[in-house]
């Protein structure tokens, strides 16, 4: 038989295997916090997808050593998913569409793939009898999911420039906001960073009323010397005017 069956050992194996997760997360988190959730999101599922053929084989070996490193190497790889997984999620969604966006994407995926992955699973070993089957279908599966966070962290990334530079900042000013995001704290970065964009937006709109009305100043300004000056012109006219008909009168 392919798979091994050993009883209590079987049990052993995944109680070690839990406690190994348990104890990866806290350091994998720790760790993701210096490296940036970017980071451990695409590492980790590269190497997800490296080493999901080799640990299924290993898995159902039917030797408890070998199920053991198996069950353990690919444990630890998930739990470095786990650490990182919600906090880039809330990183990767913008704040208006984020609570539907991750209601819809990961609950979707998640029944997709998560709630087939036994009939899967099953259906592959009973196909071609043995776990490389079933390794091979998560290593493709993680494949994808590299690929799309390859993709999303170089679009955040993007995103993140055009912002800085639709501000007027430099875009040396956008590692640091990366850095502050690092740190665990992507809501206050963001909140703050579109607070800051409305004001200044605001503040270009004011600056171009006040220049409206400036110029609207020098308009009237222009109108009121040029009524000034006819008034004057005609102030002479009258005054000819009004000589004249002096002469006029001193002459009869």
């Given at each position: 038989d392919v798979v091994y069956h050993g009883g209590s050992d079987i049990w052993l194996l995944h109680t070690l295997v839990l406690c190994s997760i348990v104890a990866a997360i806290p350091m994998w988190g720790w760790l993701g916090d210096r490296l940036g959730n970017q980071f451990m999101m695409a590492s980790s599922t590269l190497a997800l997808a490296v080493a999901s053929l080799p640990c299924a084989i290993a898995m159902g070996s039917g030797v408890v050593a070998s199920s053991l490193l198996g069950q353990t190497v690919l444990s630890l790889i998930i739990a470095c998913i786990g650490s990182s997984f919600p906090s880039y999620l809330v990183q990767v969604f913008p704040v208006g569409v984020r609570y539907s966006c991750l209601a819809v994407g990961y609950n979707g995926a998640l029944g997709l793939f998560g709630g087939t992955a036994g009939i899967v699973g099953t259906y592959l070993f009973n196909?071609?009898?043995?776990?490389?089957?079933?390794?091979?279908?998560?290593?493709?599966?993680?494949?994808?999911?590299?690929?799309?966070?390859?993709?999303?962290?170089?679009?955040?990334?993007?995103?993140?420039?055009?912002?800085?530079?639709?501000?007027?900042?430099?875009?040396?000013?956008v590692p640091a906001v990366v850095v502050d995001l690092r740190q665990g704290t992507p809501d206050r970065v963001e909140g703050e960073a579109e607070g800051a964009a409305s004001a200044e937006e605001k503040m270009r709109e004011l600056e171009r009323a006040v220049e409206g009305l400036q110029r609207e100043g020098m308009e009237a300004k222009t109108k009121c010397a040029a009524l000034a000056a006819e008034n004057e012109a005609l102030r002479a006219r009258v005054a000819q005017l009004e000589e004249k008909r002096g002469d006029r009168s001193s002459l009869l």
């Open positions: 196909t071609y009898g043995s776990t490389g089957a079933i390794g091979a279908y998560m290593a493709a599966v993680a494949s994808v999911s590299c690929v799309s966070v390859l993709i999303q962290n170089a679009r955040y990334k993007r995103d993140k420039a055009r912002d800085a530079v639709l501000r007027g900042e430099q875009t040396e000013a």
